[in-house]
T-cell receptor, first 109, second 114 residues
């Protein structure tokens, strides 16, 4: 089967840096995605890592280590609007995305 | 470019009733997904279509849920009969191709079963 672990809640101060970790167990791993979801909103795509290493997109970066079955999302220069839920999702050989339970990020002034 | 459209946005029904949701994906997107998101959890894939063929429906409760994507564009998801535990947000997503590395989600339909 598949399992993903990520912290349920994280709190950080505006302007700071926060890292949200994700560990996974799956067979036929293809890649790791990250999605952001504001309360009452739709998930929106942030990043995808198919290979080991760091992917950077503006203030957001995502990292993958396939050998450690581990990845993280790094958010820099936090803004109040970054308060949301963040989901890691594993793509397997069947092309389906398996989402984690999500990390609720609260950015405080 | 227009996003993924879904309707209705909200639906309240009683248990044992039937309900249907509609989704129109982004133009040109071959792959369409239906997810169920229960409060406090991540989206769970119910069914994935590639054009009008089913790629994965392993987590679809087929005794009560059905979905179709006629003509490879719009899709409908039906629940018949509904149970209390079906209360959730039903999200439709689409992607350009089957890899689904970047999926675009619609606003969802919030279903409440009383």
């Amino acid at each position: 089967g598949q399992s993903l672990e990520q912290p349920s809640e994280v709190t950080a101060v505006e302007g700071a840096i926060v890292q949200i970790n994700c560990t996974y167990q799956t067979s036929g791993f293809y890649g790791l995605s990250w999605y952001q979801q504001h309360d009452g909103g739709a998930p929106t795509f942030l990043s995808y890592n198919g290979l080991d290493g760091l992917e950077e997109t503006g203030r957001f970066s995502s990292f993958l280590s396939r050998s450690d079955s581990y990845g993280y999302l790094l958010l820099q220069e936090l803004q109040m609007k970054d308060s949301a839920s963040y989901f890691c999702a594993v793509r397997n050989s069947g092309y389906a995305l398996n989402f984690g339970k999500g990390t609720s990020l609260l950015v405080t002034p | 470019e227009a996003g993924v459209a879904q309707s209705p946005r909200y639906k309240i029904i009683e248990k044992r009733q039937s309900v249907a949701f509609w989704c129109n994906p982004i133009s040109g997107h071959a792959t369409l997904y239906w997810y169920q998101q229960i409060l406090g959890q991540g989206p769970k894939l119910l069914i994935q279509f590639q054009n009008n063929g089913v790629v994965d429906d392993s987590q679809l409760p087929k005794d009560r849920f059905s979905a179709e994507r006629l003509k490879g564009v719009d899709s409908t998801l039906k629940i018949q009969p509904a149970k209390l535990e079906d209360s959730a947000v039903y999200l439709c997503a689409s992607s350009l191709d089957r890899s689904g590395n970047e999926q675009f989600f619609g606003p969802g339909t919030r279903l409440t079963v009383l």
